[in-house]
Nanobody, 127 residues
C-alpha cells in the first residue's frame, strides 16, 4: 500500500504557473505508475496526465497537452505536475493517484484503474 499527499495548490492569476507535488510513502514508489486528475464542482473526475513506473513514458489529456508536464523523481518518491498558462477553467481540486501495474512502461488514463489516491489540493485561477 502507498500513501499519497499532494501540495502546491493555491491561487494564481490566469496565464500564471503552479507546480504541484505528490509525495508518496509506504510501499516502494517506483513500482507504481502515477497519474494526475482534477475535479471541479459538479463535474466528474477528469484525467490530466500519467507517467510510467521508470522509463518516463507519459500521456496527457488534450485539454492540458502543451501546458502541463508530468514528471517523477523516484529518489524522492515524488511526482510533479508543472502547470503553465493556467486558465480559469483549470480551477479544481487536483489529485494524484497510483496504479500498481506490472510493466515498466505501463500507465493508465481511467479513474477506475488507479488503486490509491491522495486527498487533493485546491487550485484556483482568477481571471
Amino acid at each position: 500500500q502507498v500513501q499519497l499527499v499532494e501540495s502546491g495548490g493555491g491561487l494564481v492569476q490566469a496565464g500564471g504557473s503552479l507546480r504541484l507535488s505528490c509525495a508518496a510513502s509506504g510501499r516502494t514508489f517506483s513500482i507504481y505508475a502515477m497519474g494526475w486528475f482534477r475535479q471541479a464542482p459538479g463535474k466528474e473526475r477528469e484525467f490530466l496526465a500519467a507517467i510510467s513506473r521508470s522509463v518516463g513514458s507519459t500521456t496527457y489529456a488534450d485539454s492540458v497537452k502543451g501546458r502541463f508536464t508530468i514528471s517523477r523523481d523516484n529518489t524522492k518518491n515524488t511526482v510533479y505536475l508543472q502547470m503553465n498558462s493556467l486558465k480559469p477553467e483549470d480551477a479544481a481540486v487536483y489529485y494524484c493517484a497510483a496504479y500498481d501495474c506490472s510493466g515498466i512502461g505501463c500507465y493508465a488514463r481511467m479513474v477506475d484503474e488507479y488503486h490509491y489516491w491522495g486527498q487533493g489540493t485546491q487550485v484556483t485561477v482568477s481571471s
